[in-house]
């Protein structure tokens, strides 16, 4: 069975650094993509980030690039989200998701707000 | 980027009548080389993340419903769910996979009427 499980969410203040983890479980993880989607409190999806199979090519919304990094360790099972510079804007529920086809599966996402 | 329209925002069906919604993008997201629509649909219950409906504008991910089905080509297309039940009570989102940024609909609340 299929499982990704975040953590790391968290209260932080404005500016402040937070790093996602996102633990895979029932399938190759080596041979994804993995995604980070985010959905602010009564609001929609958002994609944030992605990464390839081996690391060596991630891509960013505009709206993160330059302070959040995406990163992974194939040994561990394991993608990360690095978020630095935090905005209140930030704020928002964090989905790890495998990328498949499209987003085929998802986890329960953390929880990461931003304010002072 | 590609921009994705959701129409309506939000309907009200009665249980067993038919729901549809509809899905425009800013650009086509059919690959001609392939002659495969990159749209996804989504359905995400209050409390719990988006769960995959269908790829490919009208193929069902396995275990979803036959009462589900899209359609499509091109730049617009539709979610339609032939008999609304209970537990389609929901926000559905279409999503594009063709471009980078992949990219969400602002998403359809669906409730009982």
């Known amino acids: 069975e299929v499982q990704l499980v975040e953590s790391g969410g968290d209260l932080v203040q404005p500016g402040g650094s937070l790093r996602l983890s996102c633990a895979a479980s029932?399938?190759?993880?080596?041979?994804?993509?993995m995604h980070w989607v985010r959905q602010a409190p009564g609001k929609g999806l958002v994609w944030v980030s992605r990464?390839?199979?081996?690391?060596?090519?991630?891509h960013y919304a505009d709206s993160v690039k330059g302070r959040f990094t995406i990163s992974r360790d194939n040994a561990k099972n394991t993608v990360y989200l690095q978020m630095n510079s935090l905005r209140a804007e930030d704020t928002a529920v964090y989905y790890c998701a495998r990328g498949g086809i499209t987003f085929d599966y998802w986890g329960q996402g953390t929880l990461v707000t931003v304010s002072s | 980027d590609i921009v994705m329209t959701q129409s309506p925002d939000s309907l009200a069906v009665s249980l067993g009548e038919r729901a549809t919604i509809n899905c425009k993008s800013s650009q086509s997201v059919l690959y001609s080389s392939n002659n495969k629509n990159y749209l996804a649909w989504y359905q995400q219950k209050p409390g719990q993340p988006p769960k995959l409906l269908i790829y490919?504008?009208?193929t069902r991910e396995s275990g979803v419903p036959d009462r589900f089905s899209g359609s499509g080509s091109g730049t617009d297309f539709t979610l339609t769910i032939s008999s609304l039940q209970a537990e389609d009570v929901a926000v559905y989102y279409c999503?594009?996979?063709?471009?980078?940024?992949?990219?969400f609909g602002q998403g359809t609340k669906v409730e009982i009427k």
């Open positions: 990464i390839d199979t081996d690391g060596s090519s991630t």
């Open positions: 490919w504008a009208s």
């Open positions: 999503q594009q996979h063709y471009y980078t940024p992949p990219a």
């Open positions: 029932g399938f190759t993880f080596s041979s994804y993509w």
